[in-house]
Nanobody
Framework: QVQLVESGGGLVQAGGSLRLSCAAS????????MAWFRQAPGNPGKERDI???????????YYADSVKGRFTISRDSAKNTVYLQMNSLKPEDTAVYYC??????????????????WGQGTQVTVSS
């Protein structure tokens, strides 16, 4: 059974930092991209927004414009884990953050439908 388990969310003041982790079990995603998406409060029916993607083996990354220069995605293939370092956090970063992994893709993917496995989500709240 494939599982993605996120950790590291919490409450932080604006300007602060958090590091999210997502540990995968049940299969390896070393040859496939992994990503972080987020869903803001008050929009349960809205599609999740891409935050960052990292290609297989970490060769290439992509960031949404809203987080570029502040967030860094990385992966440790030996641990089957992906990370999201979030610095200079803003209140508008408040959301539930989801880890996702794809077995359809070998390159980067930017839409939620391109990802096959999802974590349960971790809440990030940034106070002003």
């Amino acid at each position: 059974q494939v599982q993605l388990v996120e950790s590291g969310g919490g409450l932080v003041q604006a300007g602060g930092s958090l590091r999210l982790s997502c540990a995968a079990s049940g299969r390896t995603f070393i040859n496939h991209p992994m990503a972080w998406f987020r869903q803001a409060p008050g929009n349960p029916g809205k599609e999740r927004d891409i935050v960052a993607v990292i290609s297989y083996r970490g060769y290439t990354t992509y960031y949404a414009d809203s987080v570029k220069g502040r967030f860094t995605i990385s992966r440790d293939s030996a641990k089957n884990t992906v990370y999201l370092q979030m610095n200079s956090l803003k209140p508008e970063d408040t959301a539930v953050y989801y880890c996702a992994a794809s077995v359809q893709l070998y390159g980067l993917g930017y839409g939620s439908s391109e990802y096959d496995y999802w974590g349960q989500g971790t809440q990030v709240t940034v106070s002003s």
